[in-house]
Structure formats: C-alpha cells, structure tokens
C-alpha cells in the first residue's frame, strides 16, 4: 500500500526567507509525486509534477528515490504563498490512484 | 470551460439518511475520482469511475457507492449517513486514458460539497 508524510502540520517563515515543505513516501514501485496548493476560499489545484521538471510561481520539487521524498522548496518565500500545501503520489494498475497527505499550512508573515 | 463543478455546494443531513452528490468533469475528461475530505486532513480517495464503471475503490464501506453516465459526469451517494460521514466531498476529473505519466492523467478538482450530518 502507499502512504504520503507531511510531518508538519504548520510551517511558519518570514516573507524573503527560504521554503521547505517536506514529503516522504513509500511505496515500492515507480509513483508519479504532485504537490497540490489550496489557497483560501479557492479549491484544490496542480502545483507541480515531478516529471514535468518545472518551477511554479517559484516552487520546485525534486524526486529523491534513495530518500523516498519530494520536498518542495522557493528560495524567497512571498506573502502570497501562504496556503495549505499537500503532497500526493499516484499510482496505476490500469487505473490511477492518488494517496494524499496530510498537508501543511504555510503562513508568510510579512 | 467551467472546470469542474459540484452539486450543491453545502447539504445537511440527519444519520440515517441517504444523500446524492453530483459532478461534472472538465471538459474532455472522461475520469472521475471522488474523495473525501474530514476537517484538517487530506482528501482519501473513495473510488474511480471510468466508462461508467467502477475501476478503483478505497477502504470505504458499501454504503458509499457511485455512478457514472454516459455524459461522463458522476453521482456518489451515500447510505444510512453517521456522524462521522461529515465532510467535504470533493470530485476530480482527469483524462485517464492517456495512461500514466502523461499530461492528461493530472487530476482537476472541484470545490467540493459540505456534508453535515446532524
């Protein structure tokens, strides 16, 4: 079975200071890892994918297999930052099936 | 496209009661996956509809079952409601047959319905 760990429930920083949102999961095949954002009052929407390799609104997530994580990280945290932060895996066996995690809120204090 | 929308947006019930919540899909999605979100936890997966049939299910029980029409959109419906079905529902709509690590897989979410069951 899979699972997905956020162990922290609250992340608080300053506005300018560096991000890590940590993930871990497990699982023993090849998952697909995604980090969904809701913003107050907004639903639940895609951040990033590690196969897309991207960095979003300044976010980026590295897939580390030996580690079995996906920690997202900005270097400079912003205001509009501030959100619930959860991280998935998805799996297939001719159908997909995503494990979230328990997210974390960031606050940004200005 | 509206993305994906949820009926209605809020819906309080007594235990016992049976409820119907309703979803359409993105546009082109053929998908649907609903979840179920308790208060400060992550949303867990109840199960999957594809070509109206169900592909995937979690540890829900029985009570929790679904459909999907021809349209691709969804109902869930929930038997004999308890206390501890209070949640918010949420739906999601991906385009699957794409197949994994494809751009069509990622899910779309809606906003939900909140069910209260008194």
């Known amino acids: 079975a899979q699972r997905v760990t956020q162990p922290e429930k609250l992340l608080s920083v300053f506005k300018g200071a560096p991000v890590e949102l940590k993930c871990n999961y497990s699982y023993s095949g090849s998952p697909e890892l995604f980090w969904y954002v809701q913003y107050s009052r907004q639903r639940l929407q895609l951040l990033l994918r590690h196969i897309s390799r991207e960095s979003i609104k300044g976010f980026t997530a590295d897939l580390n297999k030996g580690e079995t994580s996906f920690h997202l990280k900005k270097p400079f945290a912003q205001e509009e930052d501030s959100a619930m932060y959860y991280c998935a895996l998805s799996v297939w066996g001719g159908y997909q099936k995503v494990t979230f995690g328990t997210g974390t809120k960031l606050q940004v204090i200005p | ?118």
């Open chain 2, 1 to 118: 496209d509206a993305g994906v929308t949820q009926s209605p947006t809020h819906l309080i019930k007594t235990r016992g009661q049976q409820v119907t919540l309703r979803c359409s899909p993105k546009s082109g999605h053929d998908t649907v996956s609903w979840y179920q979100q308790a208060l400060g936890q992550g949303p867990q997966f109840i199960f999957q509809y594809y070509e109206e049939e169900e592909r995937q299910r979690g540890n829900f029980p029985d009570r929790f079952s679904g459909h999907q029409f021809p349209n691709y959109s969804s109902e869930l419906n929930v038997n004999a409601l308890l206390l501890g079905d209070s949640a918010l529902y949420l739906c999601a709509s991906s385009q699957a047959s794409g197949g994994p690590f494809t751009s069509t897989d990622t899910q779309y979410f809606g906003p939900g319905t909140r069910l209260t069951v008194l």
